[in-house]
């Protein structure tokens, strides 16, 4: 498995769920989960995500990242995005976590091996 600190972590594939959480598939073939629930509620830009239908609707993978294209213009410059080295730490910030505690009793996440 490739370390990320030898390559930007760029995702490849994102799945969006229910509770306004993304599966973030990246470069290296791990896997990564984040609830944006809080980004949304503290407002500004992300705001516009607080109806799930939009949130799952508009998302996308552009420049490298989870994206939103909330305008449906398909301009990688007018879409919201998450850093996408914040979605690949965050397994590391967040050892607590109920999907970080599950991932590491599977096959899904193999960097805890």
Do not use: C
Not at 66 to 90: R, T
Not at 101 to 113: A, G, H, T, W
């Amino acid at each position: 498995m490739l370390d990320y600190k030898d390559i930007m972590p760029e995702v490849v594939q994102v799945i969006p769920d229910d509770s306004f959480g993304i599966f973030a598939y990246f470069n290296d073939g791990s896997v990564r989960y984040k609830n944006l629930r809080e980004y949304i509620d503290q407002g500004g830009v992300f705001a516009q995500l607080a109806d799930i239908n939009i949130f799952k609707n508009t998302i996308t993978v552009m420049n490298g990242t989870a994206s939103w294209d909330v305008e449906g213009k398909w301009d990688e410059k007018a879409v919201l995005d998450i850093d996408p080295v914040e979605l690949y730490e965050f397994l590391h910030k967040n050892p607590e976590n109920m999907i970080v505690k599950i991932s590491k009793q599977s096959d899904i996440i193999k960097m805890f091996e």
